[in-house]
């Protein structure tokens, strides 16, 4: 049996280990505190996901679960080598960059008769289909196109060999386990192992394909196949976006030489000690600011455990980092290119 380290104790010893990157405990109470009163707004619950993304299934079906497998599978390297040259895609007369842009061409794929969603499809397209249905409406071509053709075969391969082609096999196979339907993903679906080691420790992020457990539980609005009583049990999803909003609100830290390196856009590869730090400590810092909020509203004689966890704040905070661009320009990113993220 493989072993699959659990993401949150791999966030403990990291964030317990770091050099270059530092949780700060006070910082991340400050972020709880701040975030009290929109908690318990819709926009923080579970019917966001499809109210404020317009580009997401509405429907809660097999064909909505299809879409999001397909959809994570692809979830990864969007950012941009420069701010004025990006991948667009123009979809109903809107444009949009990063993951919407993988989105929107997925729907555009869909309209046009393509039946990208379909595991049949996609298990046996070749390298120019891949780059007809992601093609980019400027001259920036979407990254690691290669990368996502080889991944789009081998997952659809296993999805008709194992699940009778339709990811809501896995899902009914999940019993309502949130924890068991990431097993069963980690198990078969091998570019979701999202891994490093760290100090001689194997330790893992699983950005993927927790992700794909949660947009699971929110395309089937936590209901039927999708109530997962143990949705709380996951992480946030460490990619690039939530380290910087992180060290934006002041609820993380980077080292003198680490920001030197960020500013002078060095590229890390997927499991340089910087890059563990930083993903390691983003799941930490955002366990903690949950645990500040519960308390938060334990005080206040309220039990918030349905209504809050880490998928809901990665959402928002996701949302947040997206909106907030501008302010957050004095903070960089970490760049790495890789299929995890």
Not at 77 to 101: A, I, P
Request: glycine content about 6%; some cysteine; hydrophobic content about 40%.
């Amino acid at each position: 049996m493989a072993v699959f380290p659990c993401p949150l104790e791999s966030a403990r010893f990291i964030a317990g280990n770091s050099k270059d990157v530092s949780v700060d405990e006070e910082g991340a109470r400050r972020v709880a505190e701040s975030l009290f009163d929109k908690a318990s707004a819709a926009e923080f619950g579970l019917a966001g996901w499809k109210s404020l993304h317009e580009l997401n299934p509405r429907a809660a079906s097999a064909e909505a679960v299809d879409w999001v497998f397909l959809v994570d599978t692809l979830n990864f390297s969007f950012w941009s080598e420069r701010e004025e040259q990006k991948f667009l895609v123009k979809h109903k007369g809107k444009t949009y960059s990063g993951y919407w842009s993988l989105c929107a061409a997925v729907n555009r794929a869909l309209e046009a008769g393509i039946p990208i969603t379909s595991a049949s499809y996609f298990a046996t397209m070749t390298l120019d289909q891949v780059r007809h249905v992601f093609r980019s409406d400027t001259e920036v071509p979407m990254p690691l196109i290669e990368e996502r053709h080889r991944v789009l075969n081998e997952s659809g391969t296993v999805l008709l060999e194992k699940f009778g082609g339709s990811f809501l096999t896995c899902v009914k196979m999940s019993e309502k386990s949130a924890q068991k339907l990431l097993r069963l993903v980690l198990e078969n679906f091998l570019s979701y192992r999202d891994e490093a080691v760290f100090e001689k420790k194997k330790v893992s992020f699983y950005k993927r394909a927790q992700i794909l457990v949660a947009d699971t539980w929110s395309v089937l609005e936590g209901k039927g196949d999708g109530s997962f009583g143990d949705i709380s049990s996951l992480t946030i999803f460490a990619d690039y976006r939530i380290p910087q909003v992180l060290v934006h609100l002041k609820a993380m830290k980077y080292s003198e030489g680490l920001m030197k390196k960020l500013r002078e856009g060095t590229i890390f590869q997927s499991g340089d000690k910087e890059e563990v730090e930083i993903r390691g400590c983003s799941i930490w810092c955002c366990a903690l600011i949950c645990k500040h909020l519960l308390e938060l509203y334990e005080k206040k004689g309220q039990d918030m455990r349905e209504k809050i966890n880490a998928v809901l704040l990665d959402y928002y905070l996701w949302d947040y980092a997206r909106d907030h661009r501008e302010e957050m320009k004095d903070v960089p990113f970490h760049r790495v290119r890789c299929i995890y993220y």
